[in-house]
């Protein structure tokens, strides 16, 4: 019982050491078990801080406050010269650019391309990349005012050293149906990868057509593109697009309403689509060609 009075006071020398919780010690194997209340028992020891007593706290400090009495602040005054700041709201709202540059900061370039500071960005490469349940990376279709329709998807091989290589190739068109349309290729080992390149292709080759109010065009034209060869017409009110394959495609997608469309050579779908968009880019409005000739469009009925 000696013992472990002389142990118990050592360790509650120490109890300033450490604020851990009381801590239960084991006596080792080889010392001798004491035997306490007929049982043995671990001694637990507390190594807890000792509490301040009331008596050892100084209150001197508040005897002269009285609690009743109204405190009046009292702000030092402020330095000769010194201008107040401006307060939150009274500043200048900010304009779109800089709420646009600051949300570009934070998050990149919008879906527009246009970036307000600086940066070089392309419509067609701005996409979200999202991971899917199998863990493979899919990505988000722009959203940016165009419509895509897929003309022919084909299954192409190459032969390599080691065999043949299966891929597939699509043709796509994409368009506003406001006047601007564009026709793209792509490949890949997927049809999901092959038609999202092929658009993506697509708008990088936009072309803007020109149409009257009645939305056909302004004149005649006629487009080659290897051995494919289209001739297109303008046609009256409710005439509707009359053409075929690839043809009938590009000229929906641009929003042409009222059209006359004719493949006369290969039938090839995407040599067709190019000689359509070659074709509508000869085409002229009658004020650009007024213009070139330095005459009023009045002259050009004469």
């Given amino acids: ?5 002389a142990a118990a006071a050592a360790l509650s020398s120490l109890s300033f050491l450490s604020p851990n919780p009381p801590i239960s010690f084991l006596f080792p194997k080889s010392t001798k078990p004491f035997f306490l209340s007929g049982s043995f028992r671990s001694l637990s020891l507390s190594l807890a801080p000792p509490r301040a007593k009331a008596s050892d706290i100084d209150t001197a400090f508040f005897d002269d406050l009285d609690p009743e009495e109204e405190v009046v602040f009292d702000p030092p005054t402020p330095p000769e010269g010194f201008t107040p700041p401006p307060a939150f709201d009274d500043g200048p709202d900010e304009t779109e650019d800089e709420i646009a540059a600051a949300y570009e900061e934070l998050y990149g370039p919008a879906y527009s391309g246009v970036s307000v500071l600086g940066n070089d960005v392309f419509v067609m490469d701005s996409k979200v990349k999202k991971t899917s349940a199998f863990g493979k990376v899919k990505k988000e279709k722009v959203r940016d005012g165009f419509e895509e329709r897929v003309v022919q998807v084909r299954r192409v091989t190459k032969v ?6 299966l891929h597939f190739r699509a043709v796509v068109v994409v368009g506003d149906k406001q006047g601007q349309v564009g026709v793209g290729v792509g490949k890949a080992k997927e049809v999901i990868g092959a038609v999202q390149k092929s658009a993506v292709n697509a708008r990088r080759n936009i072309v803007t057509i020109p149409m009257t109010k009645y939305l056909t065009f302004p004149h005649r034209s006629e487009g080659d593109y290897g051995a494919a060869t289209v001739m297109l017409r303008p046609a009256a009110p409710g005439t509707g697009v009359i053409a075929g394959g690839a043809v009938r495609i590009v000229l929906e997608m641009a929003g042409v309403e009222n059209a006359l469309g004719k493949q006369l050579g290969s039938k090839n779908a995407l040599n067709n689509a190019r000689a359509t968009v070659v074709a509508v880019q000869k085409m002229k409005q ?3 060609v007024a213009q070139e000739r330095g005459i009023p469009m009045e002259e050009l009925w004469k």
């Fill in 1 to 5: 019982m000696a013992a472990t009075t």
């Fill in 160 to 165: 390599v050293k080691g065999g043949k290589q």
């Fill in 286 to 288: 009658f004020r650009e």
